[in-house]
């Protein structure tokens, strides 16, 4: 890897957007010249930035709601672990020539196969069984990212595996996208109770009966697929962003845990959104004038989503303080 | 054992436990258990940290299987998932980031296992509201678990353990970390859920004094052993020395109860009160 994202701008970008040739300034007044400024002219018309807004979406909704829970179980790591361990898969199928979503859920689903037989489910083997799979993973990673760097004599393949290539995506890939994230969410869906009560503790999950092992493994899986996805729209090293990110900013904003399982879905969604207008908005911008990289903002833009839910509620307290404070304690 | 007293077998048992031992990883940490907790009694199991409380409750709940022996529930040899009991663990670490109210974590002891989100239904809030109610919890039902205190906590999960109307109610060290005032509140809430509700409740504590004016009967656990009966019977020096494999003195001092164990050489020393660190210096085969 010679170059970072944010100087090459990458190749999903400058593809997405080169089709187009570039927003220009049309004169307009009020309301309408304000929109424009924001909202660049033919952005909705643009055949990537729609299948982007699409599977970016959709994939940042799986996430957001796949993610509530990895946050609960407090498996951030292992969802981590996945999404760079989705780089050997992207790199390995691009040099076979497959689409690389094949190539980020196989691996995302045998890697979470092999951390539950290292011992996943255990506090103290959790961390071990993930860091010997994401060591094991990024080894091979790396051997498959030197061949393609030299076979195909460009960073290409480097850049949109790891860094995620949200306006090359082909309109062919959407379905399958979301046939993924349909089965990600039905996992969560149908194991939200059991996957809630053993997040809280799982001998009461246990003595609820709750089959506490082979839920972890669906969820498992369903982060797997999840992760896939996101490496597939922002990279294989930033989809982590889009799981953890928006769930913890959800968690701050609501106590019931179902709603709060819908703001992060909204948040990603929003974030991606938001992303993808700024990359195009950002065609002309400098240093480089070929547009920034869509994961950047995405992935910053969930940054500030979070960093603005840390701020102290104005004017409200809490609900147990105020009743402590009633009570006279 | 002279004091084990005989009461398995008897049809008015709500849980028999019957010669059970345990090995974990080649080391004996329980060694022949036998004993009966009746219908709607309220019984304390009681023991120095490190004696096999935890363990033997796991047998009970299925979770650990014993090496040797056998526990029946309401007079049938357990099956795997018991719903006659409810649960309540040691230490539950509720994040205050957590955002789960008080009443689903009770509605999670209703349907927790069930597939699918739970749909809003008349029957099931009210069944929370009572249920929160019996444990003095309506206040703060709306609430982030993890923002109440501790007290408040573990009357969320009674109310949990409590909300499938199991028969038998198991807990395992509640009235660790509480404070004294809130230490008393749960004990007196959990003998009027016995009385009340007719549920035998088997509580395990390293400090029995919270526990004597509600007891009817005390499970003394120590070196893998246990002793039961009532608190006059198993609390005195001739069955506690036996049990502990040295000699250690019974004190009744201002309606209290001290176990202290003399070491060999030394002063004598506190075992039973706040007497884990003791305990274990004291004779090196406790845990």
Redesign the interface.
């Known amino acids: 890897m010679t170059a970072g994202p944010g100087v090459t701008a990458g190749p999903g970008v400058t593809a997405g957007l080169g089709v187009t040739a570039g927003p220009g300034m049309t004169a307009g007044l009020g309301m309408t010249h304000v929109l424009r400024a924001i909202v660049e002219p033919g952005f909705l018309g643009n055949g990537p930035v729609r299948v982007a807004l699409l599977a970016g979406g959709v994939v940042a909704l799986v996430s957001g709601v796949v993610g509530m829970f990895t946050v ?1 179980r407090g498996q951030a790591f292992a969802g981590h672990a996945l999404a760079d361990v989705g780089a050997t898969g992207g790199s390995g199928a691009f040099l076979l020539g497959v689409n690389p979503l094949w190539g980020f859920v196989g691996i995302g689903v045998v890697a979470a196969g092999v951390m539950e037989i290292i011992g996943i489910r255990r506090p103290r083997g959790r961390d071990v069984a993930t860091g010997i799979v994401l060591g094991a993973g990024l080894g091979l990673a790396a051997l498959f990212l030197y061949w393609g760097t030299t076979f195909t004599n460009t960073t290409g393949a480097t850049i949109s595996v790891l860094f995620g290539s949200m306006f090359v995506i082909s309109g062919s890939t959407v379905p399958v996208i979301i046939v993924f994230s349909l089965l990600a969410l039905g996992v969560v ?6 996957l ?2 053993s ?3 799982t ?8 089959a506490v092992r082979i839920t972890g493994v669906l969820y498992l899986l369903a982060m797997a697929v999840a992760v896939s996805l996101a490496a597939l729209t922002i990279g294989a090293i930033l989809s982590t962003a889009l799981l953890v990110g928006p769930a913890a900013t ?3 904003l ?7 399982m819908l703001w992060s879905g909204l948040i990603g969604v929003a974030a991606t959104w938001l992303g993808i207008l700024l990359a195009y908005d950002s065609f002309y911008w400098p240093p480089v004038r070929h547009g920034w990289p869509v994961s950047f903002f995405v992935v910053t833009l969930v940054f500030v989503f979070y960093l603005l839910a840390q701020l102290p509620p104005v004017g409200r307290v ?3 303080r105020a ?1 402590r404070a009633r009570d006279g304690r | 054992m002279t004091t084990a007293r005989q009461l398995t077998g008897s049809s008015a048992d709500m849980l028999a436990v019957d010669g059970v031992s345990v090995r974990l990883g080649g080391r004996e940490v329980l060694r022949d258990v036998r004993f009966a907790v009746r219908a709607g009694e309220f019984v304390g199991l009681i023991g120095p940290n490190g004696a096999g409380k935890t363990t033997l409750l796991r047998v009970i ?1 299925g ?1 650990q299987q014993p090496s040797a022996g056998t526990v029946s529930i309401d007079g049938a040899a357990r099956t795997r ?1 018991a ?1 006659a ?1 409810g ?1 309540v ?1 040691q230490q ?1 670490v ?1 994040d205050p ?5 008080a009443r ?2 009770v509605g ?2 209703l ?8 749909l809003p239904s008349r029957g099931r809030r009210k069944l929370i509201d009572e249920t929160l109610r019996a444990v003095g919890g309506e ?2 039902g ?3 678990v993890g ?2 205190s501790g007290g408040e906590q573990q009357r969320v999960l009674i109310a ?1 353990a409590l909300i ?1 109307r199991p028969r038998l109610l198991l807990l395992d060290e509640p009235l660790a970390n509480l404070d004294i005032s809130s230490e008393q509140e749960i004990v007196e809430l959990l003998a009027r859920v016995a009385a009340v509700q007719r549920i035998s409740v088997l509580l395990s504590a390293h400090e029995m004094n919270p526990l004597l004016p509600v007891m009817d009967r005390v499970v003394y656990l120590a070196a893998g052993r246990a002793a039961s009966g009532t608190t006059d019977e198993v609390i005195t020096t001739e069955v506690l020395s036996q049990l502990y494999g040295q000699h250690v003195d019974v004190i009744h001092v201002h309606g209290r109860i001290l176990v202290v164990a003399a070491r060999g050489d030394g002063p004598a020393e506190p075992v039973g009160e706040d007497g884990a660190h003791c305990a274990v210096r004291t004779v090196p085969d406790w845990e």
């Open positions: 609960l869906v149908l194991l939200y109770r059991p809630l009560l997040s809280v503790s001998e009461m999950a246990a003595v609820r009966g709750v959800a968690l701050r609501t106590s019931k845990t179902g709603l709060a809490s609900g147990a009743r | 709940l979770l998932h719903p009991i649960y663990p539950v509720l980031d957590m955002p789960l109210r689903d974590l999670l002891g349907d927790g296992n069930r597939l699918g989100v739970p206040r703060f709306g609430e982030r923002n109440l949990h499938s």
